[in-house]
Structure formats: C-alpha cells, structure tokens
C-alpha cells in the first residue's frame, strides 16, 4: 500500500509511516493544502486585490473630480499686447493703397525718398514695401530700395519704419565679377562707400580682411556658404564665391529715426 500522505510505499501492517510519520490506522482526511483554505484566500485577498481595488477607485475618483471641476472652468483666449495686435498686412504699395484711406500720406514720403536716391546715385532705385498695420495710430513698414550702380554693383537698402519702435536701416552694397584678393577689399568704391558707411567703419573692416588673406589664399576653391568674412558690431565685410568669379558685400546697419512719418 501507499502512504496517503506522501505516497511512499508501505506495509500493510505498519502502524506509521516510516517516512512522514503519518498514522496508517487512524487515517485522517488528506487536502493537497496543508493550511487551511479560507486563511490563505483571505491573505490574497488583503495583500493582492484590496490595493488593486483601491487604486482604481482613487483613480475614477480624481477623474470625477477633474471632470466636475472642469464644468465650472473657462478657457480664456491668448491675450495680445492691447498696442501690437495686428490688425492688416499687406504685401505690396498698391494693395496698401486701396485698401488704406490715407495711404497717400505714407507712400508719398517712400516716393520722396526715392527720388532722392535716384538723384544722388545717378541712377533708377526700384521701391518695394510691405505694411503691418497694428491700431489706427501704428503701423510698420518694411521698405527695401534696389538699385545697379553698374553691370557688376548692387545697392540695396532696407528701411524698416516702426512708429512704435526704433526703426533700422541696412544698407548693403555687393560687387560682383573680381577675381583677385585686392579687388574683394573694395578699395576703388572708397568714395562711392563713403556716402552711406563712415570711412572709419570701411577701413576698420579693410584692416580685419587683410588678415585673412591666408585663409582666403588657402580656401578660395572652396569658399563654403557663409564666406569669409570681417566683422564689427554693425557693419560687415564678406568674400563670396560667384561661379568662376567672387563676390564681396559690404553691409552696415544703423538705428535711429529712419522717419517716413511721424
């Protein structure tokens, strides 16, 4: 025969088990669990699903809340500086001339201007702007002036007029079509650059090239997208690469009342 509890085998006349111990005679009910069913059902329950149960309650209860609080909570729309919220743009003079009443009064002065340049430089300025209008009272304008000094120069000056604002100025001025490095310094458009840049800036920039005359040496067959350049706090002096030839742009920018009107 087989022990009941442990399965060894046994004789039939032996009293106890000789492996477990377990009385033969008195046989006794034998479960698979030696601890008592309902005990370990309660320990499973306390340790494994009260808390599982737990989290999720607390969870659809701040759901709830943040649902019920939501019912009373507005979304309040992004607010804009009460003196910069855009009103209209337009990208061209004649748009902002039909569709602004006194358009006149701001393009006339883009006009004066010019003529004035057209004037000085001997030759035809193109005007090209675009208009930001805030409130009745401010406005921007960003006017950018183009013209070919000749088949190898472009002057380009960009104006920007902000009543609301300091405005700016840029001017910049590129000769095409040189090939050696004592062109690309610009040194015989001194005068032309002395009417729009103080001589003091140009020759500070011209001292700062001359000292990459190595690099430019060095690299000239491969000259990358930014160039090479010299540079002050507002002004700058850059060699470009222009297909078989290079380029150089002198550029300047200035704050202050760049006025179209007031």
């Known amino acids: 025969m087989k022990c009941p509890r442990c399965h060894h085998d046994v004789r039939q006349e032996d009293h106890f088990c ?15 669990f030696q601890y008592p069913l309902l005990p370990l059902l309660l320990i499973v329950f306390l340790v494994v699903v009260l808390p599982i149960a737990s989290s999720i309650y607390s969870t659809v209860n701040i759901l709830h809340d943040d649902l019920q609080d939501a019912a009373t909570f507005t979304i309040k729309p992004v607010e804009e500086n009460e003196t910069r919220g855009k009103l209209y743009s337009f990208d061209s003079i004649a748009s902002f001339q039909k569709n602004v009443g006194n358009a006149d009064d701001f393009l006339e002065p883009i006009n004066n201007y010019t003529t004035t340049l057209n004037k000085q430089y001997a030759t035809k300025f193109t005007a090209q702007a675009s208009f930001v209008i805030y409130s009745d009272y401010d406005v921007r304008i960003n006017l950018v002036e183009k013209a070919h000094l000749s088949d190898t120069e472009l002057l380009t000056i960009n104006r920007i007029y902000d009543r609301k604002q300091e405005d700016e100025q840029i001017i910049s001025y590129t000769k095409s079509h040189l090939s050696h490095f004592d062109e690309l310094t ?77």
């Open 18 to 32: 000789p492996y477990c111990g377990y009385d033969l005679k008195n046989r006794a009910k034998v479960t698979p």
């Open 186 to 262: 610009l040194g015989n458009e001194r005068e032309r650059i002395s009417t729009f840049m103080p001589v003091q800036t140009y020759d500070a920039l011209v001292t700062k090239m001359l000292k990459q005359k190595d690099v430019f040496e060095e690299k000239k067959d491969r000259i990358g997208h930014y160039g090479i350049g010299a540079y002050l706090k507002n002004a700058s002096l850059v060699i470009y690469q222009d297909g078989d030839y290079y380029k150089s742009t002198l550029r300047i920018t200035t704050n202050g009342d760049h006025s179209l009107k007031r």
